[in-house]
């Protein structure tokens, strides 16, 4: 019997997936404040900071399973010199982060916030060719993707093939088998930036993407382009960016992440013309959800067992930067 820590509100179908493997469940409230000194799994969510005090504090630590596709939160050289397996949940969650992306740029496109609280504040707008809240065309326009891992792709996919839109993108290298079909054009992300209508982030947060989205990069954008960041707060400036939806420099900008969650740039809040703001919503649907605690149970429940983890992380066979 081994001592499970968790961190996520798991579900009673995960509970009776551990019972049935002869383990037993904690529920922590804090990692910084939890007794890991018999803990040898710990599901722990991406606020977690899991680094090697907090791995020194549980010697008997096996596996830690991230519920999330990144895993910028854990120290993963510190725990693999520990000889500790580190997991996370790709592929569970791609295509209903897809859908949130979309539903962002639909929403940030159309004012459809601004119009649902004219609505329920009483300020029905009067039906005229110059509607108040008239918004951006979607279909037909052209998309930039930044970052064209598996949530990229899955968004390039609903972008082109349902809204018949013209996929541009950025990426560490050309992905020859992601163009086909897509008829999506690789280029640097300066031309990326001066030629979309829509930008929208995939990329994961790593040194490199740290301010990726800067003053200047807002002043290469279009004034008519809305910005799209599914991805991590922190690759965009959220001071610039208020300032270039401030000034005019591009239109709008649906965000679910924020460089210091849950706090929110106070500039950002004051911005209703084209903006969107979720509160890391990209995975949150019912059924995804599941899907991700599954997946982290599976893994520790096959650690625990001496097999080898599904969905470890790096991946096997790669030093890659990780991937959305
Ligand atoms: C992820 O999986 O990395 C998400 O951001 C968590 O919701």
Request: aromatic fraction near 4%; hydrophobic fraction near 45%.
């Amino acid at each position: 019997m081994a001592i499970i820590a968790s961190r996520a509100d798991l579900f009673p179908e995960n509970i009776a997936d551990v019972k049935r493997a002869g383990h037993r469940l904690q529920s922590i409230d804090a990692i910084a404040r939890a007794d890991l000194r018999s803990t040898e799994a710990l599901i722990c969510l991406l606020s977690d900071r899991i680094d090697a005090a907090v791995l020194h504090r549980a010697p008997q630590l096996r596996v830690v399973a991230n519920v999330a596709v990144g895993y910028e939160n854990i120290d993963v050289d510190a725990a693999t010199e520990r000889g500790i397996h580190v997991t996370n949940t790709p592929d569970v969650l791609t295509e209903s982060t897809a859908d949130h992306t979309l539903a962002l740029l639909l929403a940030a496109a159309r004012r459809i916030v601004e119009a649902d609280t004219a609505v329920r504040e009483g300020r029905f707008p009067t039906w005229g060719l110059q509607q108040a809240l008239s918004g951006i065309d979607v279909h037909g326009k052209t998309l930039g993707i930044v970052g064209m891992g598996r949530i990229g792709a899955a968004v390039a996919r609903r972008a082109r093939h349902g809204f018949g839109m013209s996929i541009l993108y950025h990426a560490r290298a050309p992905k020859p088998d992601v163009e086909n079909g897509l008829d999506a054009r690789y280029m640097s992300l300066e031309q990326l930036l001066a030629s979309s209508d829509f930008v929208s982030l995939h990329v994961p947060f790593t040194p490199e993407t740290h301010h990726l989205f800067d003053a200047l990069a807002f002043e290469r954008m279009k004034s008519s382009a809305i910005l799209i960041n599914v991805a991590r707060g922190a690759v965009v400036d959220e001071a610039a960016l208020a300032q270039a939806l401030q000034t005019g420099q591009i239109a709008g900008a649906g965000l679910d992440v924020y460089e210091d969650e849950p706090n929110v740039h106070p500039e950002l809040l004051k911005l209703k013309k084209h903006v969107v703001l979720a509160p890391h919503l990209g995975s949150a649907t019912e059924e995804t959800r599941r899907a991700m605690a599954d997946l982290a149970i599976r893994n520790v429940l096959a650690v625990l067992a001496g097999k080898p983890p599904l969905t470890p992380v790096p991946p096997p066979s790669t030093h890659e930067q990780p991937k959305m």
